[in-house]
């Protein structure tokens, strides 16, 4: 009915850059916040930032000033802009967006991850 579906990770160099993407598509009729979490291995998923549909974001400390998330609402597209990575941001990274579908009901939908690896 509704999927996220993300892209854009992989293997990137500490100091290096890389751009996240999740699209999200079905029957949907409004999205609220949309979100990026992450989890490294042997660790709980936790929270890295969020965009409201007016566009105010907010970041996790351990990434602010390095990550920037931003989304189209045309595409229904959120993206996160990594830069100046660092080993300890390797995980899988999972978006999640709240949704008011065509149904009319209003559910938190995640996406499946995608893996990101910082490392020389």
């Known amino acids: 009915q509704v999927q996220l579906v993300e892209s854009g990770g992989g293997l990137v160099q500490p100091g290096g850059s890389l751009r996240l993407s999740c699209a999200t598509s079905?029957?949907?009729?409004?999205?609220?916040?949309m979100a990026w979490y992450r989890q490294a291995p042997g660790k709980q998923r936790e929270f890295v930032a969020a965009?409201?549909?007016?566009?105010?974001?907010n970041y996790a400390d351990s990434v602010k000033g390095r990550f920037t998330i931003s989304r189209d609402n045309a595409k229904n597209t959120v993206y996160l802009q990594m830069n100046s990575s660092k080993p300890e941001d390797t995980a899988v990274y999972y978006c999640?967006?709240?949704?008011?579908?065509?149904?009319?009901?209003?559910?938190?939908?995640w996406g499946q991850g995608t893996q990101v690896t910082v490392s020389s």
């Open positions: 079905g029957s949907i009729f409004s999205i609220y916040t």
């Open positions: 965009i409201t549909s007016g566009g105010i974001a």
């Open positions: 999640n967006a709240d949704i008011r579908t065509a149904t009319w009901t209003r559910v938190t939908y």
